[in-house]
C-alpha cells in the first residue's frame, strides 16, 4: 500500500487546485487507489517507465505560516504571492503554508495546486479568521499545510502520513508528466530519531511511487547537511534541501531574495 490512509478524515484529503493549462484533464476526474490518485486510465508505474525525463527547476520554500521576520505585524498573502509568481521555476515545494493560501498562489504563478493538510488545523474556520488578519498573533496555531505548485501537467499524487507525534507530519508528491516524480517533506523538528525517520519514511514512499523514475525529493528536512544512500545531495541551505535519483544538477544551488519574508530562504535548484 503506497500510503497510510486510514486515519485521513475527509477533510485532510489532498486535492489538486488551481488554474490548469490547456489541454490538461482536471484533478478531479482522477480515481484514488490507497492514496494515489491517478488520471483516469493511467498506471503510474507504466507511466513513469515511458517517461523521457527532461530538466526541471524546483523551489523548495518553508513559508513561516505566512509570517516576516522580524514580524510586519499584517497580512502578508499578496507579498508571498507576488515573490513566487516572479521566479522562474516548474514545481514549488511550500511548507507551513496557511491552508487557505495554495489557491490563490497558484492562480498568482500559472500554476496547480496540490496542498496536504498537517498540523493544528482544528476549528479551522476560526483559526482562519484571526491568522487572515493578525498572522502573528496565531503564529504556528493559525493552521498548517504543506503544497506542491506545479507550472505543467501532472499525472498523479500521492501522499503519506510519516507521524502523528509530536505532531502530525504528512508527505506528499507529484509525477510531472514526462519527468519525474517530485516530493514535498517537512519532517518532524525533534527528537532527531523521528526526524530521520520521517525523512526515511518520505524517501521509502517515493521511490515507491516513482517505480524506477527518476526522483526528486525537497523541503524542510530540519537536519543539516543530511545524506541518504542512493540520493545525490542537489543543493541545500541550512535545513531546506533538494536530492535526486536519476537526475543531475544543471548547476549549484540558488538561494532566492525573499527580502523578510518568512525565517527560511527559498531555494532553487535546476536539475535534469
Not at 498562489?105 to 487572515?132: E, I, P
Request: proline content about 7%; aromatic content about 6%; glycine content about 12%.
Amino acid at each position: 500500500m503506497l500510503e497510510e490512509q486510514r486515519d485521513r478524515p475527509a477533510l485532510q484529503r489532498a486535492r489538486g487546485v488551481g488554474r490548469r493549462l490547456q489541454g490538461e484533464r482536471p484533478v478531479e476526474q482522477a480515481a484514488e487507489l490507497g492514496g494515489l490518485e491517478l488520471l483516469a486510465g493511467e498506471q503510474v508505474a507504466r507511466q513513469a517507465r515511458k517517461s523521457t525525463v527532461g530538466g526541471v527547476r524546483v523551489v523548495t520554500w518553508n513559508l513561516f505560516h505566512g509570517r516576516a521576520k522580524p514580524p510586519a505585524g499584517r497580512p502578508l498573502a499578496a507579498e508571498f504571492a507576488a515573490a513566487l509568481a516572479g521566479w522562474e521555476w516548474d514545481i514549488a515545494l511550500l511548507q507551513e503554508v496557511p491552508p487557505w493560501w495554495p489557491p490563490a498562489l497558484a492562480r498568482a504563478a500559472g500554476a496547480q495546486a496540490y496542498s496536504v493538510l498537517t498540523s493544528r488545523n482544528a476549528g479551522l474556520a476560526l483559526r482562519r479568521a484571526l491568522a487572515s488578519r493578525r498572522p502573528d498573533l496565531l503564529k504556528s496555531h493559525g493552521g498548517g499545510a504543506n503544497a506542491i505548485l506545479v507550472r505543467g501537467r501532472v499525472s498523479a499524487h500521492a501522499r503519506v502520513r510519516l507521524t502523528w507525534l509530536p505532531e502530525r507530519r504528512v508527505a506528499h508528491g507529484v509525477a510531472l508528466e514526462g519527468g519525474p516524480w517530485v516530493v514535498n517533506l517537512h519532517a518532524s523538528t525533534h527528537p532527531r530519531e523521528r526526524t530521520v525517520a520521517d525523512c526515511r519514511l518520505a524517501i521509502e514512499r517515493g521511490r515507491a511511487w516513482a517505480a524506477g523514475a527518476p526522483l526528486v525529493i525537497g523541503g524542510d528536512f530540519n537536519l543539516t547537511g543530511p545524506g541518504f544512500p542512493g540520493l545525490l545531495d542537489a543543493g541545500g541551505h541550512r535545513v531546506d534541501h533538494v536530492f535526486a535519483e536519476g537526475l543531475l544538477p544543471a548547476g549549484p544551488a540558488e538561494r532566492l531574495d525573499a527580502g523578510t519574508l518568512s525565517d527560511h530562504a527559498p531555494l532553487a535548484v535546476s536539475l535534469r
